[in-house]
């Protein structure tokens, strides 16, 4: 793709869904959208670990290196300026870090990216339901984002994800959510969320 925007890829995996990225950076949401690219950080899981007044003193996500795991999600591409932005939001170099990553994207080009990735801290706390559905939220952003998937208009996205503790590596439980999504309109038209394995 290529919308003449200039910047990095950054990928997305935890909160950072299209919505909250154009709320966070004061970008309209049809310009995000614009420059996002659905992909896969392979060789990585999501992970959860510390604690965030955010998400009311419950364990953020990172993702970790995980051989046989992929974590799809999506990349946007960042100006210099959105980046300062971000790493405010994302509490460099206190809590998060940004390094480089490798990511493929649905015609499996492989692409040069950043990534946030959480400072390891040894404390976990089962994340926030509000949490867990903007996570779900970034997660099925990888089936509509172009290129969308051949379903017709209106279509469910599911996202399932394990809830693993990011410093042990300990399965906690797992996450599952629907979005019944319109594509003509890109508008939810329901949202069904529910844990499982606690």
Known sequence: MDSGKEGTWIFCYGSNHPEQISRRLEVPLEDVLANCRACTA?????????????????????????????????????????VVQMDKWEGIPLYYTREDILLEDKQGEVFAGQVYLQ???????????????????????????PPAEETGSVDYYNAQFEIING????????????????????????NTLSKALE
């Open 42 to 82: 392979k060789g990585y899981t999501r992970a959860f670990m510390g604690i965030t007044s955010l998400w009311n003193n419950t364990s953020p996500s990172t993702i970790i290196k995980a051989e046989s795991k992929d974590c799809k999600a999506f990349a946007y591409l960042m100006s210099a300026e959105e």
């Open 119 to 145: 400072v390891p801290q040894e404390e976990f706390v089962y994340p926030d339901e509000g949490y867990l559905q903007a996570c779900s939220k970034t997660s099925m952003a990888y089936y509509y984002l």
């Open 167 to 190: 410093f042990n590596g300990k399965n906690e439980g797992e996450y599952m959510a629907k979005i019944l999504y319109d594509e003509h309109t890109e508008k939810v038209i329901e």
